[in-house]
């Protein structure tokens, strides 16, 4: 079964600092890796996917298979980047994503 | 076009009852998802229909957890005799099946489900 970690809950920067997501994930074959966002009372959206090597807001993840790490990444943050992430699985041949925990961003001016 | 639709949007029950929530998926959209989401817990992924095939219930946690979807469109999501670690926001979303951007999931506002 395939498993998506998530370690912080919250993670509270200043804007204009680095941000950097934590998201690892247990899976046996090879897997689709995507970044969901949930902003205040809006839906839960897709931000991004690994396969489409996209930046989207300034954001990009990278898909480390030996460290089976996605992290979400961003240079400089923004008040509006606050939010909650969630990092999300899709195994082969599975249509159903297994999401983490979600980690909290909290961008202070 | 609207996105997915879900109601109620807040649901207040007391131990013991029956709720349904109700999921309108985007037209068009084969796939249907509910998920659950809990404070702290992340999604639980709960079920999965995909067009006419047999639901992927894997994640129902128990049976008193059930869901159809009628003519491949609406679908209602059932909770017999409640009880309080039910209590959470049950979210629905649909996908294109077909669509390039596989793993793309549209979700609805959810349903914000309190069990007394």
């Known amino acids: 079964a395939q498993r998506v970690t998530q370690p912080e809950k919250l993670l509270s920067v200043f804007k204009g600092a680095p941000v950097e997501l934590k998201c690892n994930y247990s899976y046996s074959g090879s897997p689709e890796l995507f970044w969901y966002v949930q902003y205040s009372r809006q839906r839960l959206q897709l931000l991004l996917r690994h396969i489409s090597r996209e930046s989207i807001k300034g954001f990009t993840a990278d898909l480390n298979k030996g460290e089976t790490s996605f992290h979400l990444k961003k240079p400089f943050a923004q008040e509006e980047d606050s939010a909650m992430y969630y990092c999300?699985?899709?195994?082969?041949?599975?249509?159903?994503?297994?999401f983490g925990s979600g980690t909290r961003l909290q961008v202070q001016p | 076009g609207a996105g997915v639709s879900q109601s109620p949007s807040n649901k207040v029950t007391e131990k013991g009852k029956d709720v349904e929530l109700r999921c309108d998926p985007i037209s068009g959209h084969t796939a249907l998802y509910w998920y659950r989401q809990s404070l702290g817990q992340g999604l639980e992924f709960l079920i999965y229909f995909q067009g006419n095939s047999a639901p992927d219930k894997s994640g129902l946690p128990s049976d008193r957890f059930s869901a159809e979807r009628t003519g491949g469109s609406v679908s209602t999501l059932t909770i017999q005799r409640t009880q309080q670690e039910d209590s959470a926001v049950y979210l629905c979303?649909?996908?294109?099946?077909?669509?390039?951007?596989?793993?793309?999931?549209?979700f609805g506002e959810g349903s914000r489900l309190t069990v007394l």
């Open positions: 999300a699985l899709k195994a082969t041949g599975r249509r159903a994503l297994t």
């Open positions: 979303a649909s996908s294109l099946v077909s669509s390039p951007l596989s793993g793309e999931l549209f």
